[in-house]
């Protein structure tokens, strides 16, 4: 009888560096392998008190692959995971897991049955948990060998996704799988010759990407933050110390090394979006050794210091207030506090400040959690005092924008507009679906939903009120949850223009990163799996839809061109009007980070027609841009 079932893939694949191959020496076992009459897949996997299996056989009659449900193969798809076999190293032991390192929350087995033409077979095995199952275990000629490239994950990949579209939802089908570092007990005695070995070619766009590249300088220790741009000069954070250098030449000007402090913790516990600002000279700076620095930009010198007990996470600088957020460290400061900023005094403290929402010029709007209260709050950056204060058990994804606060309210799906100085209820909007995002810009206000009814995103700007919602998969869905639809709402709660997805098209997860900025008439979504969607502001009309490599896209800017940043350790230059991807620049290879929210790269904003970037390896490159730009530059 045949058995086929479908299962769920859960995969965090972020992280390594993307590679292209060209093959050398092909060997005799590559010409055996060529020909593969039969391809059983098994695949099964148990967690969370579930189990699930998958069984397809794939047999060539006539030249012709089918399926033992009858499906036809492409044939370049079965020739793919015969060539799929490179760079492998001999073994005597069977590899079950990458360093012990685990990023799934499942057993996962895979077994692939080669049998060629000429009667051998070739056994293909994975119980690791890692990102693509790697290692792969080869079992051929009575000999064992291991893969760690990721060739043999991505050509199986893509069969498998010919076989059931709900493996079109793993990126790595498009993309690829990344490459793990190889441990060293296996590259110190080289890939085995019984199989071929590959070499790195760049394609076009990564040639090109290389050729804006100004300069390149080590800091010996990794970045921490986004680099900051101020009057020819580059600021850089790193754990050692903060830098300074030339912005067109990269020489270091001058450097602060910080205090001694504990590096026990991971890196990740470090680093911050913004721990360091500029303001009328005077670099701020959030050190990794719990103080907080004023340091003069042109010297260096120390101007003053303040210390905390714990981590500092991020710093703001408004009207010479130096606003800075502890980080959640398991002991010592959780909340915020300000500073002035000529001579380091506290003018006030909050104690306890879990997340900072969003800065809006001379307010911070926060999320705190007490053993009494959890809530938002809008905090007056002069005095420090609540201007605006939700149950974070009734409120959603608040935003500000002139003297409202936009915010859903929970259970009930209604978006809420409310005035702070009073406190009232101006107007409501009953969503009838859940809010994934809310967003109010200058005149209309943008949602995105879902269908049984959630929230995600609630943001305002100067153009209106953006809201996305998201929808719960029927009962018979594997998967949980997805994108239902955007909404532009003008600033009195009427619907100038709504965008529906497709039933189930685009898959949405809580923890991805996502976010709407404006620009030129258009709205920019960054979403899920480091895709940029580009609407038309007026009229709602999709104009394009792009995908990088990276789960997340971090943060992005609009000129006359589009650039982003993903996780995957690129940065991207897009055609506006389009989406194509003219050309990337990939700062370093072989990530191995896989956490959602970790950025392995920082990127500066661009200023005079550069971007500086800063990486966990230490590195910074200069990269120029002015030659796509003229005029004023967009800065969102």
């Not at 002035?340 to 104690?351: F, Q, R, S, V, Y």
């Not at 009953?430 to 206000?445: R, V």
């Not at 700007?461 to 009962?475: K, Q, R, V």
């Not at 609009?558 to 993903?566: D, K, R």
């Amino acid at each position: 009888m045949n058995v086929y079932m479908k299962v769920l893939l859960i995969v965090l694949g972020i992280g390594f560096h993307a590679t292209f191959y060209s093959v050398n020496s092909l060997q005799n076992s590559s010409d055996e392998l060529d020909q593969i009459e039969c391809c059983e897949i098994i695949y099964r996997w148990s967690g969370r008190s579930m189990f699930y299996y998958e069984y397809h056989k794939i047999t060539r009659e006539n030249g012709v692959y089918r399926t033992n449900m009858g499906k036809e193969i492409d044939k370049t798809l079965i020739h793919s995971l015969a060539e799929s076999l490179t760079d492998l190293y001999e073994t005597d032991t069977y590899e079950e897991s990458y360093e012990n390192q685990i990023i799934l929350d499942h057993g996962p087995h895979f077994v692939v049955r080669l049998r060629l033409a000429n009667g051998k077979r070739v056994i293909l095995k994975s119980d690791s948990d890692y990102h693509c199952f790697i290692p792969w275990n080869v079992e051929y000629n009575n000999k064992l060998y291991v893969q760690y490239n990721g060739k043999i994950p991505t050509a199986l990949v893509r069969i498998l996704e010919a076989l059931g579209e709900e493996w079109s939802f793993y990126k790595e089908s498009r993309w690829g799988c990344y490459s793990a570092v190889v441990p060293e007990r296996y590259a110190e005695k080289g890939v085995s010759q019984d199989f071929p070995q590959t070499t790195s070619v760049l394609i076009p766009d990564q040639e090109l990407g290389r050729k804006h590249l100004s300069w390149k300088i080590s800091m010996d220790s990794a970045a921490l933050s986004a680099p900051v741009y101020a009057n020819g000069n580059v600021f850089v954070i790193s754990l050692d110390g903060v830098f300074a250098f030339g912005a067109s030449t990269g020489e270091e000007i001058w450097k602060v090394l910080f205090e001694e402090y504990d590096r026990s913790n991971p890196l990740s516990y470090y680093t911050g979006i913004k721990k360091i600002a500029v303001h009328q000279g005077v670099l701020y700076v959030c050190g990794p050794d719990s103080l907080v620095y004023a340091l003069d930009c042109e010297t260096g010198k120390c101007l003053w210091k303040y210390r905390v007990h714990g981590q500092l996470d991020s710093v703001l600088v408004f009207d010479n207030k130096i606003v800075v957020k502890c980080g959640l460290s398991p002991e010592g400061c959780w909340g915020m506090f300000c500073l002035d900023g000529g001579t380091g005094e506290k003018i006030w403290e909050i104690e306890v400040v879990i997340l900072v929402d969003a800065f809006y010029d001379d307010k911070v709007l926060v999320m705190s959690m007490t053993k009494e209260s959890h809530y938002y709050a809008l905090i007056d950056i002069e005095s420090g005092a609540e201007l605006w204060k939700k149950d974070i058990s009734k409120t959603n994804d608040p935003s500000y924008y002139e003297g409202m606060m936009y915010y859903e309210k929970r259970e009930v799906h209604v978006v809420a507009c409310e005035s702070i100085l009073p406190s009232k209820e101006v107007w409501s909007f009953d969503c009838n679906k859940a809010i994934t995002y809310m967003g109010a810009f200058e005149e209309e206000i943008l949602l995105t939903f879902y269908q049984k009814r959630r929230v995600f995103c609630l943001e305002a700007f100067e153009n209106g009120i953006l809201l996305a919602m998201y929808n719960l998969g029927d009962s018979q869905s594997w998967r949980e949850l997805f994108l239902d639809s955007i909404t532009l709402l003008d600033l009195n709660g009427s619907v100038i223009w709504s965008y529906y997805y497709p039933w189930e098209s685009v898959e949405y997860n809580v923890s991805w990163v996502s976010h709407f900025k404006i620009a030129r008439d258009k709205v920019f979504f960054t979403r899920e799996r480091g895709v940029m969607e580009v609407f038309d502001l007026k009229n709602g009309e999709k104009l394009w839809e792009t995908e990088v490599r990276g789960m997340n896209i971090l943060d992005s800017e609009v000129h006359t061109y589009v650039y982003a940043y993903a996780n995957d350790g690129r940065f991207y230059c897009l055609d506006i009007n389009t989406g194509e991807i003219l050309w990337f620049f990939e700062t370093e290879k072989d990530f191995a980070e896989f956490s959602e929210d970790y950025r392995p790269i920082f990127a500066s904003d661009i200023g005079d027609g550069f971007v500086f970037i800063a990486t966990k390896y230490g590195n910074v490159f200069a990269l120029s841009l002015d030659e796509f730009f003229s005029g004023n530059m967009i800065k969102i």
